[in-house]
């Protein structure tokens, strides 16, 4: 079978009715497949499904559609999809989703964000990542005694390197990816250890919401 090229991006995400758009994400930005996850067998087994009947006639990669994407084989269409970043889109008119079916889109798109976040965002949510890196400000970095070492150092590591940031504040897409925010990464040791650090982190996390939600931030410094 012969594959067909990589879609250009970047392109915003919507997801409601309809069949195909783009993740918002450049290549080189994209986090390797996970192998044998519980995102691909969830897909599998709920959304391609939905694929396979509403999308087919249409998108099939052997038929000659410039955006081939339903595979005979569902593990196939799953890589095709998500190496792509083929998604949803809000507007297309030739399938209508229920409710049902856009649920458990949804409940796949929140457990592949889930399983990526470790190593990079979910490409959708790159925009809210890179506007966080901007709401972070020193001096609440410093009132709440969130630095180790060398002030200055830490916040720069923590505002202009992505996988630093991830390490401490992880992507929630759990109201739907079209409304992704930031929240306390879990899986930082800080959150398993009640004392100051844990604290220091959720006033610091406190006071970044506040300025996000008050528009009071600063351009994104994130480097990569």
């Not at 509403?54 to 190496?83: L, M, N, Q, R």
């Not at 001096?139 to 630095?147: Q, S």
């Not at 079209?178 to 990464?185: C, D, Y």
């Not at 930082?188 to 004392?195: A, D, Y």
Request: hydrophobic share 40%; aromatic share 8%; net charge negative.
């Amino acid at each position: 079978m012969t594959r067909r090229p990589r879609l250009p991006t970047p392109i915003a995400l919507v997801v409601l009715t309809g069949c195909i758009l783009y993740f918002d994400a450049r290549e080189d930005e994209r986090p390797p497949l996970p192998e044998g996850d519980s995102a691909r067998l969830l897909f599998e087994r709920d959304v391609y499904p939905i694929l396979a009947e509403k999308c087919v006639s249409c998108h099939a990669i052997a038929s000659p559609s410039a955006i081939g994407f339903v595979d005979a084989d569902p593990a196939e269409t799953y890589t095709v999809i998500v190496e792509s970043g083929i998604a949803i889109d809000q507007g297309h008119a030739a399938a209508a989703y229920t409710a049902d079916e856009h649920a458990r889109i949804i409940d796949w798109l929140s457990q592949e964000a889930e399983e990526r976040q470790a190593t990079a965002p979910a490409p959708f949510a790159d925009q809210e990542v890179r506007e966080w890196s901007g709401c972070m400000s020193y001096d609440d970095f410093v009132d709440t005694d969130m630095p180790a070492g060398d002030a200055a150092m830490s916040f720069r590591a923590l505002t202009e390197d992505r996988a630093v940031l991830l390490a401490f504040f992880a992507v929630d897409v759990s109201t739907g990816v079209g409304s992704p925010r930031m929240v306390i990464n879990t899986r930082h040791p800080w959150v398993t250890q009640q004392g100051p650090p844990l604290t220091a982190l959720q006033r610091f996390y406190e006071l970044t919401r506040m300025r996000q939600t008050d528009h009071r931030c600063d351009p994104p410094r994130l480097k990569n």
